[in-house]
């Protein structure tokens, strides 16, 4: 059966290499050819992208670097410290504002905001006349109770 077969592939490319196309279907061939390759490179039959290909490459790097200019130049956002850290450096905040005022409740209660408003009242008035070391050191003044 394998000789029957070589035997007809043979046969079969023989016949092949023997034919010869004539001039005309040559010619119509090429003719067929040409006419779908100027059909395809018509501008109505291109895609969209194919067409804009330029404007819309130059559209796309343009927001890529001003989208990279963005980036690289925005005002990192400062976090707000996390709720009862105490605030560090030279900082100070008033006494009367909430976040002194919650502090001193989270850390003291009620008596602690009290004090803290002593403190304030202390600070607005003019300063106190101080008899004896004793009273200093302990705080107390002459005009004090």
Known sequence: M???????I???LKTLAD???SV???????????NLIADRCRSDVRSFLVRHKEPICT???ATLIVTGLLALFRPIPTAPPPPGSKIQGG????????GTLNR?????????VEDLLKEFMKMKKPEPEIKSIDDATNGRSEKEP
């Open 59 to 61: 559209i796309a790097a």
């Open 91 to 98: 900082q100070v905040l008033s006494p009367t504002s909430m």
């Open 2 to 8: 394998d000789n029957w077969s070589e035997q007809n």
């Open 104 to 112: 001193a409740f989270d850390e003291g209660g009620m008596e602690a």
């Open 19 to 21: 034919i010869h196309p």
């Open 24 to 34: 005309e279907s040559t010619d119509r061939m090429q003719k067929q050819v040409r």
């Open 10 to 12: 043979e046969k079969l």
